[in-house]
């Protein structure tokens, strides 16, 4: 599992550099809306609202699901439950392929969502059924309207199982796919980290948060030049 992890952080700390190398982007920042930062799934949800939090202005922040009572708790003020016919709210049960799948239902739904769109940035957990799933399926659609994509992503815990820690590979390599840059976040990483005392873990989650916050603030301060 380390080579993804590795290989998502060297593509993924570029993101911000590439952006400004990329010319066609960059000429239709002035023709196009402000960047969005989607968070797919709960994990995403979770990192979402740390930016609604950060309180950052000239951003859109919407929050995606299959749950519709995750979705209900979400401090974003955009909100977009995603195949609510297959799932009926009840959200993906750990199937990355449930997730896609409910996507795909709500594509024309997604599809406005990131139209016109400078740059979109899907952030979520790797490793479940909604994130994993339905963000390869999102950074397409946000591809192919002419955005410039981001995803910046977790994997799980070793302690998770082989099977979450082989959907969360499935899901970062299908984002890379689609998407134009990618950070992966390992999840293992975070009780390796040296500390001088023990810390709780909802604190190193937050040390997550804070650098998807980070990463949403320089892309928006790039784009507002």
């Known amino acids: 599992m380390k080579d993804y992890t590795r290989r998502g952080i060297i593509r993924g700390a570029a993101a911000v550099g590439a952006l400004g190398a990329a010319t066609p982007v960059c000429a239709a920042i002035s023709t196009r809306q402000p960047m969005v930062v989607i968070g797919v799934g709960d994990c995403g949800g ?8 950060a309180g950052l202005a ?27 016919e297959l799932t009926r709210g009840l959200g993906a049960g750990a199937n990355p392929r449930v997730g896609q799948q409910a996507a795909l239902e709500s594509a024309v739904a997604l599809r406005d969502l990131v139209a016109q769109r400078a ?6 957990g790797m490793g479940g059924g909604t994130g994993t799933g339905a963000s390869p399926v999102i950074a397409g659609l946000a591809k192919g ?34 998407a134009d840059a990618v950070v992966v976040r390992h999840n293992e990483e975070l009780i390796r980290w040296p500390r001088p005392v023990p810390t709780a873990m909802s604190h190193l989650f937050g040390l997550v948060d804070a650098e998807v916050v980070k990463l949403v603030t320089e892309l928006r301060d790039l784009l507002e030049g």
């Open 145 to 178: 309207a002419g955005a410039y994509t981001v995803g910046m992503v977790t994997a799980p815990f070793d302690l998770e199982g082989r099977r979450r820690r082989c959907q969360a590979l499935e899901g970062v390599h299908a984002l890379w796919d689609t």
């Open 119 to 124: 740059v979109v940035v899907l952030v979520a």
């Open 46 to 53: 979770n990192m979402l609202n740390a930016v609604v939090r």
């Open 58 to 84: 000239g951003v859109d922040l919407v929050a995606v699901n299959t749950d519709a009572d995750a979705l209900a708790r979400s401090l974003a003020a955009q909100k977009l439950l995603i195949g609510a």
